[in-house]
């Protein structure tokens, strides 16, 4: 067994014993005794745990993640740094925690942690500016009672302060945490579980081959909660957080090449590169912290019928990568979907990558969630539309992608027929409306009527053929 080695709060770790499936909060709370770290809902949802994790970026620097450790597993900070609210202030309070103070951003103090940890990461990572940069810092964080104006009031007075420079620091850093993790495959065992975490996808694919009823996790946003909400024993897993050729972005030809384990963070500016609409709709998507841990490979490999961004990457026409051993394969994306539950992935075959086109001059693209709330909200519907028109103006291609409609991500068949060949006007888009009937019989749950889904999908696609002639459809734009 080789423990799992990290650093805590600047000192080194060693931990044995413990269960591969132990969370870092509860760890850090009763292992540590660092009760700074809250537990809220304990599922990633209102970042009461918020910690600050550090990682070699594989340059010779620091990549900083503000990250939920209710869901985060204890061996994920294997060859990591792992910082909590009590270091903020071993010199005294940190710049964010005094602009906390003189702002009276703190009530109750539940949340306070949290949201000090979100801020003071975004701090070190350059991202606060305006004050929707800040609204958008802490979009993965929930308070209770103090009001959203103070907290927001602190972070943008931070806004203006420099970070310190830590490149020096960073560098020493990196080489320490590379030294912590030494090389090849990291392999821990204990209580009735194994937790392997393998560097490169060829150790993947043995390790896969060889434990194909394993449990593939990277940020843990969905499989923490399988232990937190469904007490699920998972006797082993397998980490592709650290897989460095599956944490690649690569372009050629026109083709955007995004690896499994490339968080949604991290493919945030490559999207809205794709398409703004794109990024519009990944900045909706979950919370900052989610975003910093979830990967694009997993939120298609676990098959959500609601995931956000499965719709919009099958209505680009997007191409799914899948390896198995030594053999190799790649599908459409909209195939990879047969049915609630099931997807076209045999046993010991892990995704890795999608490969997404660029719309393509003559082609106009749209990506529309709709959702309760603006931001960290699970959608109702996800309604995605490439149109391909010719010199006359009449459909030659229509992919319309949704989400929330079916049991997977569905294109919907009859309402492209409907377009084809005809002007994308009110009469085709009212017909198209109607054929969304055939093509779904979406269900009735606590997020939305079958109805309503319904009738928001063909609204959707009104919207789009308003946005294409230049109406306006956004308040905003009425001002």
């Known amino acids: 067994m080789t423990a799992i080695r990290f ?47 550090s990682e070699p970026d594989g340059a010779g620097g620091i990549r900083r993640r503000a990250m939920n450790s209710c869901i985060l597993f204890l061996p994920a900070l294997h060859g990591r740094a792992v910082e909590t609210v009590e270091h903020l202030a071993r010199d005294g309070l940190n710049p964010l925690q005094e602009a906390m103070v003189r702002h009276h951003a703190s009530q109750c103090g539940f949340c306070t942690p949290g949201f000090v940890m979100q801020l003071h990461t975004a701090w070190l990572n350059g991202v606060l500016g305006d004050r929707q940069s800040v609204k958008d810092a802490v979009s993965g964080n929930l308070c209770r009672c103090t009001g959203y104006g103070p907290i927001v009031d602190a972070g943008a007075e931070l806004a203006g302060v420099t970070p310190p420079d830590t490149a020096q620091d960073d560098a020493a850093l990196a080489a320490r945490l590379d030294a912590l993790r030494g090389p090849g495959v990291h392999a821990y065992r204990a209580a009735g579980g194994a ?53 690649m972005i690569e ?26 609409a794109l990024g519009a709709m990944m900045r909706r998507f979950a919370g900052y912290q989610v975003r910093s841990a979830g990967t694009i490979g997993g939120n298609i490999a676990n098959g959500s019928p609601i995931g956000d961004l499965p719709p919009a990457l099958i209505a680009l026409g997007a191409r799914l ?43 106009d693209f749209a990506v529309y969630k709709i959702s309760k709330r603006m931001d960290s909200d699970i959608s109702a519907v996800l309604a995605a539309f490439l149109l391909k028109r010719g010199a006359d103006g009449c459909v030659v291609e229509a992919r319309l992608a949704y989400g929330g409609m079916a049991g997977t991500p569905k294109r919907a068949r009859a309402a492209e027929a409907a377009l084809l060949g005809r002007p994308f006007d009110e009469a085709a888009v009212a017909e198209a409306q109607r054929a969304l009937a055939e093509d779904f019989s979406p269900l009735t749950d606590m997020r939305a009527s079958a109805a309503y889904r319904l009738e928001v999908a063909g609204n959707c696609l009104e919207r789009f053929r308003l946005e294409l002639e230049g109406a306006p459809t956004r308040l905003s734009e009425l001002a």
């Not at 709060?9 to 292992?31: D, I, K």
């Not at 593939?216 to 024993?233: F, I, P, S």
């Open 7 to 53: 650093l805590l709060n600047g000192e080194e770790r060693h931990v044995e014993g413990m269960a591969p499936t132990t969370t870092v909060l509860n760890h850090l709370r009763y292992g540590e005794r660092l009760t700074g770290t809250k537990e809220g809902c304990a599922e990633g949802d209102c970042g009461a745990c918020t910690v600050l994790v």
């Open 321 to 363: 990568h899948l390896r198995r051993g030594d053999e190799a394969r790649s599908i459409a994306l909209e195939d990879f979907f047969l049915e609630y539950g099931r997807q076209d992935r045999q046993k010991g075959e892990f995704v890795a990558a999608v490969e997404v086109p660029r719309p393509a001059d003559d082609e």
């Open 251 to 276: 372009e050629a030809a026109g083709r955007v090449y995004l690896g499994a384990a490339v968080t949604h963070g991290q493919a945030l500016a490559t999207l809205t590169d794709i398409h703004p």
């Open 195 to 247: 937790w392997y975490g393998p560097r490169d996808s060829d150790d993947l694919a043995d390790l896969y081959a060889a434990n194909p009823d394993a449990i593939l996790v990277a940020g843990a946003t969905d499989v923490g909660l399988w232990v937190t909400k469904q007490r699920r024993h998972l006797p082993v897993l397998i980490d592709v957080s650290q897989v460095w050729d599956l944490a």
